[in-house]
């Protein structure tokens, strides 16, 4: 059974940082593109990050210069490091597969459970 399980999440205040980890029990993790992806309460789902062996590693507008994204094939899980956290950035944390680069959730594969990231002002 194919799992994906987020760890990391918690309450901070602006400008700190966390950092997420996605353990994924995928066959063949090393061909799976992975990505994050973050819900707040009333909003749509918002890409976050993605990676894929063949075409690197993106980020969403909103992100870029402070998450950073990794995978570590060894241990067959990706992490995103989030700094210069903003209250805006408070939402529900998802890790995703997907066998290209999952640049929306329209490709996902898998889904995990979503870790809450709360940025206190």
């Known amino acids: 059974q194919v799992q994906l399980v987020e760890s990391g999440g918690g309450l901070v205040q602006a400008g700190d940082s966390l950092r997420l980890s996605c353990a994924a029990s995928?066959?063949?993790?090393?061909?799976?593109?992975l990505g994050w992806f973050r819900q707040a309460p009333g909003k749509e789902r918002e890409f976050v990050a993605a990676?894929?062996?063949?075409?690197?590693?993106i980020y969403g507008d909103s992100v870029k210069g402070r998450f950073t994204m990794s995978r570590d094939n060894a241990k067959s899980t990706v992490y995103l490091q989030m700094n210069s956290l903003k209250p805006e950035d408070t939402a529900v944390y998802y890790c995703?597969?997907?066998?290209?680069?999952?640049?929306?959730?329209?490709?996902?594969?898998?889904w995990g459970q979503g870790t809450q990231v709360t940025v206190s002002s």
């Open positions: 995703a597969a997907a066998p290209g680069l999952p640049r929306t959730g329209d490709g996902v594969r898998y």
């Open positions: 995928l066959r063949n993790f090393n061909g799976y593109g």
């Open positions: 990676i894929h062996w063949s075409t690197g590693t």
